[in-house]
């Protein structure tokens, strides 16, 4: 996987589209924080679509695309709280269990979101799918796409206005990574 091309794909287009996703960004922390982070994974979907959007066709992202999957709101809250739970037990064993669960979901089911976006799958189905996508091929590249993003997305959060521009610029990382990984099944399916 060459993830020279996905960072240069996500700089340019995070600088091409930049007051557009700090706003949106902005929105997706207020409404997280209004809510006590209860439309937090639901408005997060939201936003990937509106990056993904940005990605495949170009099109500019809007505030408003936030709100866009809305649809998604009970399966992802309950996904959510059940990650709570098993990491909460995790933690309750001990440390390590609770950082392990954590790592597991990092790692297989980073996807999930673009693919109930973008594939209009169901939750189960997404999470099986990304659990594919996460061990098909090097496992290295997941390593390397899981690790790109929670630390582009750790260096930003240590400063309030960093995240604002390293958040857009991790996820559209990630979505590019997604984008790659989906047509190479494509395209191993039609050949």
């Not at 408005?43 to 679509?49: E, F």
């Not at 999957?69 to 399966?75: A, I, Q, S, V």
């Not at 990382?173 to 790659?180: D, H, M, N, R």
């Amino acid at each position: 996987m060459d993830f020279k091309k996905h960072f240069e794909t996500a700089w340019g287009l995070t600088l091409k589209f930049i007051v557009p996703l700090i706003l949106m960004t902005i929105v997706l922390f207020i409404v997280g924080f209004v809510t006590l982070g209860i439309l937090a994974p639901v408005a997060t979907a939201g936003y990937m679509q509106s990056l993904l959007l940005l990605l495949k066709e170009g099109r500019e992202p809007k505030v408003q695309d936030i709100f866009s999957e809305m649809r998604l709101f009970l399966p992802l809250l309950l996904f959510g709280f059940a990650i709570f739970i098993a990491t909460l037990i995790g933690f309750t064993l001990l440390v390590l269990p609770g950082i392990l669960v954590l790592l597991f979901i990092s790692f297989c089911c980073l996807y999930v979101l673009p693919l109930m976006t973008d594939k209009n799958m169901e939750l189960i189905e997404a999470v099986k799918e990304s659990y594919r996508l996460s061990v098909r091929g090097n496992i290295v590249d997941q390593v390397v796409t899981v690790i790109s993003f929670w630390g582009i997305t750790a260096i930003g959060s240590s400063v309030f206005i960093g995240w604002l521009f390293t958040q857009p610029l991790a996820t559209i990382i990630l979505l590019s990574v997604y984008t790659e990984k989906t047509s190479q099944i494509v395209q191993n399916s039609t050949s």
